[in-house]
């Protein structure tokens, strides 16, 4: 049975003793040493299981060598999925995923396999931010050196995400948002169903490409709307430039 300390309303400890009266210095260090032991096996004890979590996330990156140029996002997601029975144990947090992203370019430094690692990046990423029991997710890549492509693939959550990205930012999305503090590349939103996306900077060309739903925002500039739209919104710089009485980019 854990012993709990007696501490006052201001949260300061006093002793433990029916007799009122100052209770000599020593004899108050021996009634309260042996806590000392139990604190640092906590803080030990919660170091290792955030060690452990870190280190399955790089064993899963590891074991999925990455995706191939010659087959589809959505195939190589489902390699991805079925690449390790890790996957399926992982259950990481927001600040999991957020330390394994700031531990990227040590990885990224290791000799990789894949034909197309910022498409791993980003497919790595948002099947961990996918199989989350989280809603919100805060994704830092300004020190990442290249640009994930496929971030936010089927999103359904709350991302924020700091750093310039590649290309089909929120592919297949959802639902949820993603609030991008940067720019991005093409196809931002291609294939997207519902949601919202928020970019604070410029987006490539081809932007909501097969679109069929939920809205895009862009307060930057725009390089070009893609053709090949069915549904959903598109605003630049609070201007509807897609669907409903829009006049057009």
Same mark, same amino acid.
């Given at each position: 049975?854990?012993a709990?300390?007696?501490?006052?309303?201001?949260?300061?400890?006093?002793?433990?003793?029916?007799?009122?009266?100052?209770e000599?210095?020593?004899?108050?260090?021996?009634?309260?040493?042996?806590?000392?032991?139990?604190?640092?096996?906590?803080v030990?004890?919660?170091?290792?299981?955030?060690?452990?979590?870190?280190?399955?996330?790089?064993?899963?990156?590891?074991?999925?060598?990455?995706?191939?140029?010659?087959?589809?996002?959505d195939?190589?997601y489902?390699?991805?999925?079925?690449?390790?029975?890790?996957?399926?144990?992982?259950?990481?947090?927001?600040?999991?995923?957020?330390?394994?992203?700031?531990?990227?370019?040590?990885?990224?430094?290791?000799?990789?396999?894949?034909?197309?690692?910022?498409?791993?990046?980003?497919?790595?990423?948002? %099947? $961990?931010?996918? *199989?989350?029991?989280?809603?919100?997710?805060?994704?830092? =890549?300004?020190? /990442?050196g290249?640009?994930?492509? @496929?971030?936010?693939?089927?999103?359904?959550?709350?991302?924020?995400?700091?750093?310039?990205?590649?290309?089909?930012?929120?592919?297949?999305?959802?639902?949820?948002?993603?609030?991008?503090?940067?720019?991005?590349?093409?196809?931002?939103?291609?294939?997207?169903?519902?949601?919202r996306?928020?970019?604070?900077?410029?987006?490539?060309?081809?932007?909501?490409?097969?679109?069929?739903?939920?809205?895009?925002?862009?307060?930057?500039?725009? %390089? $070009?709307?893609? *053709?090949?739209?069915?549904?959903?919104?598109?605003?630049? =710089?609070?201007? /509807?430039?897609?669907?409903?009485? @829009?006049?057009?980019?």
């Amino acid at each position: 049975m854990k012993a709990t300390r007696c501490t006052s309303a201001g949260g300061a400890e006093k002793p433990h003793n029916p007799i009122s009266g100052r209770e000599p210095k020593a004899l108050a260090q021996k009634r309260f040493s042996g806590f000392k032991p139990e604190l640092e096996k906590e803080v030990r004890g919660k170091s290792v299981v955030e060690s452990e979590m870190q280190s399955q996330l790089k064993k899963l990156w590891g074991a999925w060598k990455g995706p191939t140029y010659c087959e589809s996002p959505d195939f190589n997601y489902y390699l991805l999925l079925t690449s390790s029975s890790l996957f399926k144990s992982v259950k990481p947090t927001p600040g999991d995923i957020t330390v394994f992203c700031l531990s990227l370019p040590a990885l990224l430094e290791e000799k990789s396999f894949s034909d197309d690692i910022e498409l791993k990046i980003g497919l790595f990423l948002s %099947a $961990l931010i996918n *199989h989350s029991k989280a809603k919100e997710f805060e994704i830092p =890549l300004e020190h /990442l050196g290249v640009r994930a492509n @496929s971030l936010g693939f089927r999103n359904r959550k709350a991302l924020i995400i700091k750093g310039a990205v590649g290309n089909s930012l929120g592919e297949e999305m959802r639902g949820g948002t993603i609030r991008l503090f940067g720019n991005c590349g093409n196809e931002a939103g291609s294939w997207m169903k519902g949601g919202r996306i928020e970019i604070t900077g410029d987006s490539g060309a081809e932007l909501g490409h097969r679109m069929e739903g939920g809205e895009i925002h862009v307060a930057g500039t725009i %390089a $070009l709307l893609s *053709h090949d739209i069915s549904g959903g919104k598109i605003y630049n =710089l609070g201007r /509807l430039v897609y669907g409903g009485d @829009s006049d057009g980019y």
